[in-house]
């Protein structure tokens, strides 16, 4: 059985779980029903955060990785660096912050349309 101590809800959950529970709600329908709605902002937001720090990650790929992981970082400071090709260097850096600033968008939107208060 999901307790909400062990997956840490807030005031509002483990009194919606019991709730559930006392309705004939199972284990898995208290997940989909309950649970999930209220996590979904805080995933979108964990998945946000990690999504937007990867991508300016260009030297741990580098150590880690060699020269076969390559990442759209790596390629922008290869251009601006190496090649000395700025236009396209800025060009895909530009792509990089118009698709960052949209998912944070997105994500913004995600968050206050499932948020609880």
């Known amino acids: 059985m999901i307790h909400a101590a062990i997956i840490g809800l807030g005031r509002w959950g483990r009194n919606l779980v019991e709730a559930s529970h006392d309705l004939g709600a199972t284990p898995a329908q208290t997940f989909w029903k309950v649970i999930l709605p209220l996590s979904i902002p805080g995933v979108v937001a964990g998945a946000t955060f990690a999504f937007v720090l990867s991508l300016g990650d260009f030297l741990a790929p580098l150590l880690l990785g060699g020269?076969?992981?390559?990442?759209?970082?790596?390629?922008?400071?290869s251009l601006f660096g190496a090649a000395y090709n700025w236009p396209m260097g800025a060009a895909i850096s530009l792509g990089m912050l118009v698709i960052v600033v949209s998912l944070l968008f997105l994500s913004e939107r995600v968050e206050k349309k499932w948020s609880f208060s």
Request: charged share 0%.
């Open 67 to 77: 020269p076969s992981g390559i990442m759209i970082s790596n390629i922008v400071v």
